[in-house]
């Protein structure tokens, strides 16, 4: 199995500042990885597709790049409703893994 | 607009058979180019991927559960379900069922069930 390491594990930021969630990959994965954002009690939202394509409807302060093992999700802007846990996800190979999640709080 | 909807018990005894159902609603199960996935979370922990199946019937499912995952759709219903056999505690977690958007080259899941909470216990 592909195997996901996301970093930090939980962050803390102030409304406005720029975040940002690093995910990598045990093996080289192109481009073949999503974000999704999970609100408390809710299930996950795709954010990013294809490593750095905006969902449509997605809110443009967020932004994905990366290729290979090295990936970057960034929110330019904090804003209170971006309070959540963020997972990347490769889909390289199956079976489709997730990295461990990044908590993202309001300082 | 989309919707899953997953239903089935929510209290399953240890060794015995944990059975969930998606209802898709406001679209056909068999349209497009897309999975029909089940997704668990144990709680406070991260995302596990069970398995999918496409309407036609071909499944993938994850190796980690063994053979003890069934995957099968119903067409006519528009339903999608899951079986895992031989339950123990470790298997206690949000169930979600979910829709993956399949192209070139994505593999994403675009819409998701709320989840369904099964606890295994006796």
């Known amino acids: 199995d592909i195997q996901m390491t996301q970093s930090p594990s939980s962050l803390s930021a102030s409304v406005g500042d720029r975040v940002t969630i690093t995910c990598q990959a045990s093996?080289?994965?192109?481009?073949?990885l999503n974000w999704y954002q999970q609100k408390p009690g809710k299930a996950p939202n795709l954010l990013i597709y294809?490593?750095?394509n905006l969902e449509t409807g997605v809110p443009s302060r967020f932004s994905g790049s990366g290729s290979g093992t090295d990936f970057t999700f960034t929110i330019s802007s904090l804003q209170p409703e971006d309070i959540g846990t963020y997972y990347c996800?490769?889909?390289?190979?199956?079976?489709?893994?997730f990295g461990g999640g990044t908590k993202v709080e309001i300082k | 607009q989309v919707q899953l909807q997953e239903s089935g018990p929510g209290l399953v005894k240890p060794s015995q058979t944990l059975s969930l159902t998606c209802t898709v609603s406001g679209g056909s199960i068999s349209s497009g180019n897309y999975y029909w996935s089940w997704i668990r979370q144990p709680a406070g922990k991260g995302l596990e991927w069970i398995g999918h199946?496409?309407?036609?019937?071909?499944?993938n499912h994850n190796p980690s559960l063994k053979s003890r995952v069934t995957l099968s759709v119903d067409t006519s219903k528009n339903q999608f379900s899951l079986k895992l056999s031989s339950v123990t505690a470790a298997d206690t977690a949000v169930y979600y069922c979910?829709?993956?958007?399949?192209?070139?080259?994505?593999?994403?899941?675009?819409?998701w069930g709320q989840g369904t909470m099964v606890t295994v216990s006796s």
């Open positions: 996800q490769q889909y390289d190979n199956l079976p489709l893994t």
């Open positions: 979910a829709r993956v958007r399949v192209g070139t080259p994505t593999v994403a899941v675009d819409f």
């Open positions: 199946i496409y309407s036609s019937g071909s499944t």
């Open positions: 093996q080289d994965i192109s481009n073949y």
């Open positions: 294809d490593a750095s």
